[in-house]
């Protein structure tokens, strides 16, 4: 059964589209504001360093301005200033370097890495004659970092569910709704079927009924008439009128519509036992020769076609994957109408024509006949029903009956007409499993 | 030979005009049984096998039996598979006389076990001849028998 899915062009490609969007949503949701936030505290953390480094080389400058030549010496006043410090929580790695690189002093809290340095120069009237390094550890800007990650990660993942999944579910539940409608659809339309076929079949017994007793009936005038006829004699001549008018006519009359009445009665019910059958039969698809079976069906109708004269051109038609049944009767019917509502007195011309598309084959019957009415067009592929002049024997069976067929094979029949002037019966099979079946062999 | 007329034919019929119509028929292809008419399967299971209100009544058991499918409270189904399974009816042969075309219908009868399946058309004279046809095949099997 075709699902809702199925009917959305290329589904597939919409939800990845989508499963994409979601990603990328959710990516940048999650990275962006732990990135950002990374950076912006690490390069705060970096000028608080600096700063730190710039106060302790102000000091560091006087010490060796004050006295240029000794002043690396003076570890206890430079490890003084090193141990100073504001924030005594911060664990830091301070030391007063060398111009070469020696340290000279250092003030260490033990770090864990990774870490962050920054330097400052240590300057003696303008020249730079050491510098002044302070290290702090990167970790606890990672440890809020990694908090901020999960946060806007956790967010990101609300955001893909809501971009991705929900409206996914949300199609899922209308799809399965649908597919809980078809199924119920189709329940009740078997149901009917079902309804139907048994209400035809139960007419049969009355039917065989009322047949059998008119017929009864018939039998048991025959037999008591030589009786009648000589008791007619001890009649007066009003009275022998009147018994042979009855007789005669009004018994024979009665006779006569009850069994035509069942006739028809009898012709219905048959009707529709063979329309309830198409859905009861299985169907066998295969591919079809539709031209072997054109020229089959037009074999059938040469005498007609031969006595009204009727000019035939098929053009190339493909071969279909269906039920063979299915399109024989098919054809055969619509070949058959064709020829039977020609418009009289005008030469009979019949073009059978086909079109391949992508998703199925078109075939086209199409007539200068009579033509059919705008308003008649989705008449004549009803049950029972006959458009235009009734002079052509037919029990208005063969359209409703094609109908039923083309559409338990999945495919469509309609009519396109100008009163007049002719009809084109168009007969549409789809085609994705020819292409399987082709594929397959 | 002279014991044929006795024997009884078993006609199961719920509709009494199809019953009265074979019976006619019957008559008039020159059947001058006896004709039992049941119009349900339990009446027919129980006249066959002796039970319920049949229970104690000496009856012949019929030579022929002429089966309608569409039976009320057992089907026709049903009696045919009681009959062709019970060892005192299993040789009475089973004619099956029924409105049905369906295969399928057809088929499962042959397989129950019946004899002769015969469609009743609503065209009255071929239903008549099938019903004379019957008629004489039962006059052969009545020939035969004897």
């Known amino acids: 059964m075709p699902s809702l899915s199925a009917n959305i062009k290329n589904p597939t490609s919409a939800i990845q589209r989508l499963t994409l969007l979601a990603i990328l949503a959710s990516l940048l949701i999650g990275a962006v504001p732990s990135l950002g936030y990374f950076l912006a505290a690490y390069y705060r953390e970096l000028g608080a360093i600096e700063a730190e480094a710039k106060g302790d080389s102000f000091y560091v400058s006087a010490l060796a301005s004050e006295n240029p030549r000794l002043w690396q010496y003076q570890q206890i006043r430079l490890q003084d200033i090193l141990d100073r410090r504001i924030r005594k929580d911060i664990k830091e790695f301070r030391s007063v370097l060398a111009l070469d690189g020696k340290v000279i002093a250092e003030s260490r809290d033990s770090l864990e890495p990774p870490l962050m340095q920054q330097t400052y120069p ?140 069942t006739g028809k009665l009898d012709a219905l019910v048959n009707a529709i036992l063979s329309l309830s059958r198409i859905d009861f039969r299985a169907l066998n698809p295969e591919l079809v020769d539709t031209e072997a079976l054109v020229q089959g069906a037009l074999r059938n109708l040469a005498l007609t076609i031969k006595e009204k004269n009727i000019s035939v051109t098929m053009g190339p038609l493909p071969a279909v994957f269906a039920d063979r049944l299915v399109m024989e009767q098919s054809i055969a019917n619509l070949l058959d109408n064709a020829c039977k509502y020609l418009e009289p007195g005008r030469p009979g011309v019949i073009s059978i024509t086909a079109e391949s598309g992508k998703d199925e084959t078109t075939f086209y019957f199409m007539d200068n006949g009579r033509g059919i009415a705008q308003d008649d067009l989705q008449k004549v592929f009803e049950i029972f029903r006959r458009a235009g002049i009734q002079d052509t024997p037919g029990e208005g069976m063969g359209l409703a009956f094609v109908k039923a067929l083309v559409r338990r094979q999945g495919g469509k029949i309609w009519c396109e007409s100008s009163p007049g002037e002719g009809s084109t019966f168009c007969l549409s099979i789809p085609a994705n499993d020819g292409r399987e079946f082709k594929g397959n062999s | 030979m002279e014991n044929h007329e006795h024997l009884t034919i078993l006609l199961v019929e719920d509709d009494p005009g199809h019953a009265l119509l074979i019976e006619k028929n019957l008559r008039r292809a020159g059947i001058v049984n006896r004709i039992t008419k049941l119009d349900t399967g339990q009446k027919a299971v129980d006249f066959l096998l002796k039970k319920g209100e049949y229970q104690g009544q000496e009856q012949v058991a019929p030579f022929l039996i002429l089966l309608d499918l569409n039976l009320p409270v057992l089907n026709g189904y049903q009696v045919l598979e009681t009959i062709k399974g019970t060892e005192l009816t299993k040789h009475i042969p089973v004619v099956i006389l029924t409105t049905t075309d369906n295969p399928h219908e057809i088929n499962r009868c042959y397989e129950l076990g019946c004899n002769v399946y015969v469609t009743k058309p609503v065209e009255y004279e071929q239903f008549c001849e099938s019903i004379r046809k019957l008629g004489l095949f039962l006059s052969i099997v009545r020939v035969a028998q004897t």
């Open chain 1, 122 to 261: 240590v300057l003696d009237a303008g020249r730079s004659v050491g510098m002044v390094a302070i290290k702090r550890s990167v970790r606890p800007i990672l440890l809020k970092t990694a908090l901020v990650a999960l946060l806007s990660v956790s967010l990101g993942v609300v955001i893909f569910y809501l971009i991705r999944i929900m409206p996914i579910r949300s199609v899922q539940k209308a799809e399965e709704q649908s597919r809980r409608y078809a199924k119920d659809l189709e329940v009740t339309n078997a149901d009917l079927r079902a309804f139907i076929f048994g209400i035809a079949h139960d007419l049969r017994a009355p039917l065989v009924n009322l047949k059998g007793f008119s017929s009864e009936l018939r039998t048991d005038l025959a037999e008591i008439m030589p009786l009648l006829l000589r008791s007619l004699a001890a009649l007066s001549a009003e009275e022998r009128l009147r018994v042979a008018t009855v007789l005669d006519q009004a018994v024979p009359e009665a006779l006569g519509y009850i069994d035509s009445s």
